[in-house]
């Protein structure tokens, strides 16, 4: 899609806010940082159901151009609460298969946030890049707020593709980004955990169905599946970068944790990214590529209670490093899948 079309797609769904108006019973806010998130507050009205089942419009725009809306004030106290909330905006919730981090179910497809120790940052991403299919919705729920820290940084992803070096994203987007993930060293998730089964026959099954090469030595098993490096929103037609090379990559990792996984693996490590061809990508793309996202990174504090509803194809998201007790919860849904993946050499 042109830029012309893509600039008069993007003006259509502004005057259609525009002309939306403001709900009543709440305010919103100017934006934290250029246009996202958005902030609404609840004022006389305090029931976010009751605003999402009368502005479902306004949301929608709200999505497709700043690409992030922060409900704050609302009462949403709870599990059920969320539950609720994420069943008026997000068409169905999806299971979190595929893993690649471990979370708890709480109940009804909502889960815990990625349980990483709390020292450590989580970069930048979208939910399930790497994977044949991703939701489009992705919603956080603030149960407790940490002490100190704690934050769930957001980056728009037009904006981190405009910060890559052209020869870079055309790379990227050439090769596509091949995801290789070694399970049975007794690091990182299982098999069993990433896949849901304890069946090989079951994650055979799925690997087929989901584009995903597969082969066993023992217990142990490696997976390859060759992704996008960028797609294209399906409603507005811009572009974004849209993989998580950057996060499988072994330089990801905290020095000590990496010497330590090289030595226990043999030199190898649980997950790695490399082109879609197999072959390594260069540490100055991997630099440029972080630069990216921390040039377009907003970061903002958590309020207990609050709601933030994004648009995961267009807004990566992470997780500061905290102190003191934190619990975020997540759903995601409405499935969206690729539409140009890459040919690897398996």
């Not at 934006?31 to 976010?48: F, K, N, Q, T």
């Not at 893993?99 to 939910?127: D, F």
């Not at 020869?167 to 990227?172: L, P």
Request: hydrophobic fraction near 40%; glycine fraction near 8%.
């Amino acid at each position: 899609m042109s830029m012309d079309r893509q600039h008069d797609k993007s003006t259509a769904l502004k005057a259609r806010l525009l002309q939306a108006g403001k709900p009543a019973a709440t305010r919103i806010d100017a934006e934290v940082r250029g246009r996202l998130p958005r902030i609404i507050h609840a004022e006389a009205d305090r029931s976010l159901e009751r605003w999402l089942l009368a502005h479902a419009d306004m949301l929608q725009t709200l999505l497709h151009t700043v690409g992030g809306v922060l409900f704050r004030g609302f009462e949403v106290d709870g599990v059920d609460a969320f539950r609720a909330v994420c069943m008026r905006c997000i068409d169905e919730l999806i299971p979190y298969q595929e893993r690649s981090t471990p979370r708890e179910e709480r109940g009804g497809r909502v889960y815990t946030s990625t349980a990483y120790p709390s020292e450590q940052t989580i970069a930048l991403h979208n939910e399930f890049s790497y994977a044949l299919n991703w939701p489009m919705r992705i919603c956080f729920y603030a149960q407790q707020v940490a002490a100190q820290g704690g934050e769930t940084p957001i980056a728009d992803g037009r904006s981190v593709y405009q910060g890559i070096a052209p020869e870079v994203r055309d790379s990227f987007v050439r090769k596509g980004v091949m995801y290789v993930r070694r399970y049975g060293w007794g690091v990182d998730l299982s098999w069993q955990e990433t896949f849901g089964t304890a069946d090989p026959r079951v994650v055979e099954e799925y690997c087929q169905a989901h584009d995903i090469h597969y082969e066993w030595d023992g217990e142990k098993l490696t997976t390859r599946q060759v992704r996008q490096a960028v797609t294209h929103h399906p409603v507005t037609g811009e572009t974004v970068w849209f993989n998580q090379a950057h996060l499988f990559h072994a330089s990801n990792l905290p020095v000590e944790v990496h010497e330590s996984i090289r030595r226990v693996m043999h030199g190898t490590f649980p997950r790695e990214a490399l082109y879609g061809d197999g072959t390594p990508i260069e540490p100055e793309s991997l630099a440029q590529i972080r630069a990216a996202f921390e040039a377009a990174k907003v970061v903002f504090p958590w309020e207990r209670h609050d709601v933030l509803l994004l648009d995961n194809v267009l807004i990566n998201h992470g997780r500061n490093p905290y102190q003191g007790v934190r619990s975020i919860l997540v759903a995601m849904g409405q499935l969206s899948q690729s539409s140009s993946v890459a040919q690897g050499a398996f």
